[in-house]
């Protein structure tokens, strides 16, 4: 029996159970604590993908890059240089909407390419390559503008502000009308994301290779990957998914300044940590991210509709969570560890 459990335990499957059965508790007993408030009504479910839709899709590209073995800290900056750049262009010089925002995302997979060929060319950790890119993509946030820009283009308020209703779990209010719950193209994007983030982990070589880099790079060398490729491939990837981030959560906050999403890529972090994802490299899932940020969701409209509490509550309860989740990270290697020793010594 015991044996039969060290199995289980120590499968890469379990933290995402884990996860998945934390946010169901959770939203569980929100619906029955703030019963009266309709905490289960299908659109504060929906507002959890509404409010995080930007953290979703960076979160997505964090645990690629943690899944390789990488890290990359300049994620926030990148969101905010994308903001600020995205309202300049379409504000002060009258670009386009759509233009625009192809700029941004190339200007993204740049980013992320100078970022990879540092880390895999020149062999710089990365978590130093990326602080130098946190740096100068938040020095370039200021250099576009050091005021805030509100976004007024038509186009782009059109994209931000389409709700699509949804025609499954509406509810009637006190005046009899019925109420439809909807979602904006935001919502779509980060979904559209997670889906085909999910398929190329887990189904094309470049996802196996991401894997196997991440595994153990001596391993992945030995079976003839290009660790070199690979890994710039993902930071481009990163690239481009922290511009698109960057894009999406605009679309939100419809302007640019200076101090945009400020502790972004720790969020990002965070939920991939929380979703399951290893620090070490090697083991994670994009399903279970998106869980660790509806987490973070869940603790922020707890916190919204009891009324009282301040909003830092959220970081301690995610830093508790972050920790217990690292634990488990532990033991499970451990675990993992003595059963190879094991079957070594056999």
């Known amino acids: 029996m015991i044996k039969k459990l060290k199995n289980r335990l120590s499968s890469n499957s379990f933290l995402i159970i884990i996860t998945i059965l934390l946010f169901l508790l959770m939203y569980i007993g929100g619906v029955i604590i703030f019963k009266d408030k309709n905490f289960g009504r299908m659109q504060v479910f929906l507002n959890l993908f509404i409010s995080n839709a930007g953290l979703i899709v960076a979160a997505a590209g964090m645990t690629v890059v943690l899944i390789s073995g990488g890290i990359d800290i300049s994620v926030g900056s990148v969101v905010a240089m994308t903001c600020m750049l995205l309202a300049w262009m379409m504000e002060n010089k009258g670009i386009n909407a759509v233009t625009a925002v192809i700029v941004v995302l190339i200007v993204g997979i740049v980013f992320g390419f100078v970022q990879g060929w540092l880390i895999s060319y020149l062999k710089i950790q990365p978590f130093i390559v990326t602080l130098a890119g946190m740096f100068f993509a938040r020095g370039m946030t200021a250099v576009i503008s050091v005021d805030m820009i509100t976004i007024k283009n038509e186009v782009f308020l059109a994209m931000a502000k389409s709700k699509i209703n949804l025609p499954f779990g509406g509810s009637v209010n006190k005046r ?20 085909v983030l999910f398929f190329v982990m887990k189904y094309t070589k470049f996802g196996r290779s991401i894997y196997a880099v991440g595994g153990n790079e001596q391993s992945a060398l030995l079976m003839g990957l290009n660790v070199k490729k690979t890994k710039i491939k993902v930071y481009v990837l990163n690239g481009f998914l922290s511009a698109l981030a960057g894009f999406v959560f605009c679309l939100n906050t419809t302007g640019g300044f200076v101090e945009q999403a400020k502790g972004f890529e720790m969020e990002a972090i965070a939920a991939a940590v929380i979703g399951g994802t290893l620090l070490t490299g090697g083991v994670g899932n994009v399903i279970g991210s998106l869980f660790g940020v509806l987490i973070k969701g869940t603790i922020e409209t707890f916190i919204t509709f009891q009324g009282t509490l301040s909003s830092w509550w959220t970081k301690i309860v995610i830093a508790v969570l972050l920790c217990l989740f690292i634990i488990l990270q532990s033991v499970l290697m451990n675990l993992k560890w003595n059963k190879r020793k094991k079957i070594n010594q056999v």
Do not use: D, E, K
């Not at 439809?180 to 889906?195: A, F, G, H, K």
């Open 176 to 195: 009899g009308v019925l109420i439809r719950p909807y979602i904006y193209p935001s919502v779509i994007i980060c979904i559209l994301v997670l889906i």
